[in-house]
């Protein structure tokens, strides 16, 4: 095995893909935006057709949500894809 085979493995090995900190960080932040809007939980997973207790979850940070989710999120609420990763 080579030194950059060596290292590649280590690297890959050492990458965190579900940061939690992350994770909740973001769900806090569509918290924020959502309150913003005045909208409730409720209302949001009705405009998105999901079940409220997933969008629960997602603002918890208990959940990696996909990237189809967070384009429903980002049409419900109005705005672009974007906003919900500035925090």
């Known amino acids: 095995m080579s030194v950059f085979e060596a290292w590649l493995i280590v690297s890959f090995v ?3 893909f ?3 900190d992350y994770i909740k960080a973001w769900g806090a932040n569509l918290r924020t935006i959502r309150k913003k809007q005045k909208m ?3 209302e ?3 405009a998105m057709e999901v079940d409220e207790k997933q969008i629960r979850r997602i603002e918890k940070g208990e959940v990696n949500t996909s990237l189809g989710m967070i384009r429903a999120i980002s049409i419900a609420l109005g705005i672009e894809p974007g906003e919900l990763f500035k925090f």
């Open 18 to 20: 579900n940061d939690t």
């Open 40 to 42: 409730t939980i409720l």
């Open 14 to 16: 050492s990458m965190n």
């Open 44 to 46: 949001l997973a009705v």
